[in-house]
């Protein structure tokens, strides 16, 4: 493991060199299109026309067929039948005319009986004994009489003798066969007549005028009119057709070629239409087609700058950085290996294998180890990558389902942890994502609305618990590995240093037992106060257990071990002291080092105390008129470099003072808390953390508050509570 964790250290001393970090994204990028290059290629095909297709072929894309939907909006419009409408107007005007011939006809026989009447009276003027009569008008005149109150387009259509048999009809007849040939005329043009059926509308004139009983002469008549009555009536309504047929086109949808569609099934000829379809979807053209892997550099470019960004933004130290980045690295490529090599399985015809995927392994491992929004962006990614390696045996060239399940299962893992990082947790949260992974497959299964056999459903059932499982193990198994070889100091990893039976904490409750009392003290005052400010409360507290382990050299010479001894400071020079006192620091580090124990714990118990002025034996040496320097009389740093080990050395310090007070009430609790932060900031010793002002009064009044609860049952009430209290 050293071996290791030496390497590593090299790897991670070469990441502090710009360079060499924008290779290791460029190398996350080449992982990452690699493992995906295969998924993303076209498969070549021999489909030629008119050869028997091999394989059954499905379309790799939804595409608009345009020539299809052409045809079938050209086939809806051919198939919209002709509009004809009905020329109410013409049945009025045909038996009009119609009237206006018996009109002519009556006029026509009114004027050659007044004719008639006129010549007879003259006649009779000439003389009684005249034995010349009236002479009557010839057919010729007559039908003459008739076509003069006729156009000339009627008089050639109807013949002589109609005109003839009209006017020579009487009166009453040709009232009678006038009203018989109107209403029989009505009664026919009153229904639609197209050109083909103007014949047979004639006939049905023709019939219904033969019922009549009239003179045969004047119903041979008659039956001449009501024929040359009838005329067409219905008419090609150009526009209305048109209208119609670009509706019926318009309501065609969009032929459409589905992906996923079987364009040629096995064994089949591959046809004219056919292989038109094959063009179109692109699966004929022999030049393979670069664009899939195009998109997928794209789909890779975006991920990388997502990655890179995301630690461009992190705040943390640089060697931290780096820290994480190789990390991250490691456990991301891991997962890629392990989703390519169970997206391999798909080619031995094992279809949704990526169910068995453990998705929510490295979300578990990178929230544990660095943060929450790493392991979110990793899941999000993964789950692109699964969408993409699991479509082998889909029509699509993503696999959403996969890419919904890992992503589910990833968050899921993440949301349980949210609370808790203990390594009995990483168990249960394999459970709960095991559960998740069960819903979500049954949820897109149904969503889906596949049908299915209980083998199937065992299936996923199986594979959607297994999951689960099999990444908390793997998350349980892995993780003392990265710990130890990025001597990551994990919450999980905290939780077992701060166990009472490490041998460190046995050693300070067994050889320095009052220093244990007081770590516990520091602990309990310097975790509240980091949880107010938002710093590690726990790295405080498992910090304050070890942070005074170099007491246990020499317990005697520190004033909480010296019970019922004299102080053995009283004897020895006040030079000698110091370095004693002084000693404890460096003697706890060094020990913590000893004991393989995480840099941050060895950077509280050698930084709590910072530079500060051990000021007893300072003032002490000058009394004794000893010439000294106040640098020889100040601990030897470094200074506290976060916010988590300046919290500690001024709860050592307060809680120390305090503890040193016979009877401390609230103010003078808050007073000396105030003092100590005052002496702090002025002394510079909170010069190289990042604390704020702000944080520093949010520090102090939680300190007070806390001391306050510790020291309630030895707070003296003032005589008038005293009072009240034996009244009571």
């Known amino acids: 493991m050293e071996k290791i964790q030496q390497q590593l250290m090299k790897i991670r001393g070469l990441l502090d060199i710009r360079i060499f970090r924008v290779l290791l994204f460029l190398v996350l990028g080449l992982v990452l299109y690699a493992s995906m290059f295969t998924n993303v290629k076209p ?14 072929v499905r379309s790799p894309v939804t595409i608009s067929d345009k020539e299809s939907t052409e045809k079938k909006r050209e086939e809806a419009g051919d198939g919209v039948q002709d509009v004809y409408y009905m020329k109410k107007e013409t049945n009025e005007n045909r038996v009009d005319l119609i009237t206006s011939i018996f009109d002519a006809a009556t006029e026509v026989k009114k004027e050659l009986q007044d004719q008639a009447n006129a010549s007879e009276g003259a006649s009779q003027e000439q003389g009684s004994g005249s034995s010349g009569g009236t002479l009557a008008p010839s057919n010729n005149e007559v039908v003459d009489k008739m076509k003069g109150k006729l156009t000339e387009e009627v008089t050639r259509s109807i013949s002589d003798s109609v005109l003839l048999a009209l006017v020579s009809s009487t009166k009453e007849e040709l ?3 006038k009203d018989v040939t109107v209403t029989a005329i009505n009664t026919v043009m009153n229904r639609r007549i197209p050109a083909d059926e103007v014949e047979n509308s004639k006939r049905l004139v023709e019939e219904e005028l033969k019922l009549t009983t009239m003179s045969s002469q004047l119903k041979a008549a008659v039956i001449e009119l009501g024929r040359y009555a009838i005329v067409q009536n219905e008419f090609f309504d150009l526009e209305a057709t048109q209208e119609l047929r ?6 065609v949808e969009p032929v459409k070629i589905l992906q996923g569609q079987i364009i040629v099934e096995e064994n089949q000829l591959i046809s ?16 393979q087609s670069i664009l899939p892997f195009i998109g997928l550099a794209l789909l890779v470019m975006v991920m990388v700058f997502a990655l890179y960004y995301y630690f461009h933004e992190l705040k943390v130290s640089g060697d931290m950085k780096q820290n994480y980045l190789l990390l991250f690295s490691i456990i991301f490529i891991l997962s890629i290996v392990m989703l390519k090599g169970i997206s391999l399985l798909q080619q031995f015809e094992f279809s949704d294998l990526g169910y068995l995927f453990p ?74 994502v095991s559960l998740v992974n069960i819903v979500i497959i049954f949820a897109l299964l149904f969503i889906n609305n596949g049908h299915y056999n209980a083998k199937e459903y065992t299936f996923y059932f199986g594979g959607a618990f297994t999951s689960g499982i099999i990444a908390a193990i793997l998350t349980i198994g892995l993780l003392p590995f990265f710990e130890a070889g990025f001597g990551i100091l994990s919450t999980m990893r905290l939780i077992e240093l701060s166990n009472p039976n490490h041998p460190l904490l046995r050693k300070i409750l067994t050889e320095a037992p009052g220093t ?21 409360g726990l790295l405080a507290r498992v910090g304050c257990y070890y942070h005074d382990i ?7 010479f520190f004033i909480e071990n010296q019970m019922n001894i004299e102080n053995p400071h009283d004897r020895l020079p006040p030079q000698t002291s110091k370095n004693i006192i002084v000693a404890h620091a460096t003697d706890g580090a060094e020990l913590l080092r000893q004991y393989k124990m995480p840099k941050e714990i060895v950077d509280i118990a050698e930084q709590h105390h910072g530079t500060t002025l051990l000021k007893f034996f300072y003032h002490k040496a000058k009394q004794n008129g000893n010439e000294v320097r106040e640098e020889e009389y100040r601990y030897p740093g470094p200074k506290a470099q976060n916010k988590e080990i300046a919290i500690i050395g001024i709860a050592d310090s307060v809680e120390a003072a305090v503890r040193s007070m016979q009877h401390p ?21 909170l010069n190289e953390c990042d604390l704020t002002l702000k944080e520093m009064e949010i520090i102090s009044n939680t300190l007070c508050e806390t001391l306050k609860g510790i020291f309630h049952s030895r707070i003296e009430y003032p005589e008038i509570t005293k009072q009240k209290v034996k009244q009571a």
Request: charged letters at 20%.
């Open 43 to 56: 498969e070549k095909m021999d489909l030629r026309l008119f050869s028997i297709a091999n394989q059954t």
């Open 175 to 177: 009232s009678v066969a």
């Open 516 to 536: 244990y009392h007081h770590s516990i003290m520091v602990a309990n005052l310097a975790e509240s106060a980091c949880e107010a400010i938002g710093a590690n």
């Open 359 to 432: 998705a929510a392994m490295a979300s578990m491992l990178i929230k544990i180890l660095v943060d929450d929004r790493l392991a979110i962006l990793t899941t999000i990614i993964l789950a692109l990558c699964g969408t993409i390696l699991f479509s082998e045996n889909i029509t699509s060239s993503l696999n959403v389902n996969i890419g919904i399940y890992i992503i589910c299962s990833g968050l899921a893992s993440i949301m349980f942890l949210s609370k808790q990082n203990q390594r009995m947790k990483i168990l249960q949260a394999g459970m709960f």
């Open 665 to 685: 009430n609230p103010e003078q609790i808050e007073s000396l808390v105030k003092s100590i932060i005052a002496d702090r900031l002025q002394d510079g010793q």
């Open 246 to 251: 670009e509706q019926a086109k318009e309501s």
């Open 272 to 287: 004219r239409e056919v292989f038109r379809q094959l063009e179109l979807v692109g699966l004929t053209d022999n030049q």
């Open 550 to 556: 170099g007491k246990t050299k020499r317990p005697q």
